[in-house]
């Protein structure tokens, strides 16, 4: 990451390029990941329309009062109940966009929660 001058920086960089690659349709919309120190926040975009179909995020009403051993754990809980309302709006299947960062840790598990709750990509 010669050119990049900080780890923000370099995360656009990358996000830039898989957005080259990663188009979201009415189909198939775009599952994109934002990683927070805190939180995570995922949502399902119509590319096509520019609209948010399907949101969720650590802060969800629906995961309100449940408690996590860990931000992995949370992060996975988030995929699910993605899941589950992507369900409800006739959502099946989905293109990951990983938002530059790593497919590791939270960004892994909130995928690994997504698929368990019945998403496909």
Same mark, same amino acid.
């Given at each position: 990451?010669?050119? !990049?001058?900080?780890?923000?920086?370099?995360?656009?960089?990358?996000?830039?390029?898989?957005?080259?690659? *990663? $188009?979201? %349709?009415?189909?198939?919309?775009?599952? @994109?990941?934002?990683?927070?120190?805190?939180? *995570?926040? @995922?949502?399902?975009?119509?590319?096509? %329309?520019? $609209? %948010?179909?399907?949101?969720?995020?650590?802060?969800? +009403?629906?995961?309100?009062?449940?408690?996590?051993?860990?931000?992995?754990? =949370? !992060? +996975?809980?988030?995929?699910?109940?993605?899941?589950?309302?992507?369900? +409800? @709006?006739?959502? +099946?299947?989905?293109?990951?966009?990983?938002?530059?960062? =790593?497919?590791?840790?939270?960004? @892994? !598990?909130?995928?690994?929660?997504?698929?368990?709750?019945?998403?496909?990509?």
């Amino acid at each position: 990451m010669a050119n !990049a001058k900080s780890k923000g920086d370099a995360r656009d960089r990358r996000r830039k390029s898989i957005r080259k690659r *990663i $188009r979201g %349709t009415a189909e198939r919309p775009r599952l @994109a990941v934002f990683r927070s120190a805190r939180h *995570i926040y @995922a949502q399902i975009i119509d590319d096509d %329309t520019g $609209r %948010t179909l399907v949101s969720a995020s650590s802060l969800s +009403e629906g995961l309100a009062g449940e408690s996590f051993d860990d931000k992995k754990a =949370l !992060a +996975e809980a988030v995929g699910k109940y993605l899941a589950k309302q992507a369900a +409800e @709006a006739n959502i +099946e299947a989905v293109v990951f966009d990983r938002g530059g960062y =790593l497919y590791h840790g939270r960004v @892994a !598990a909130l995928a690994d929660g997504a698929r368990a709750g019945g998403l496909q990509f």
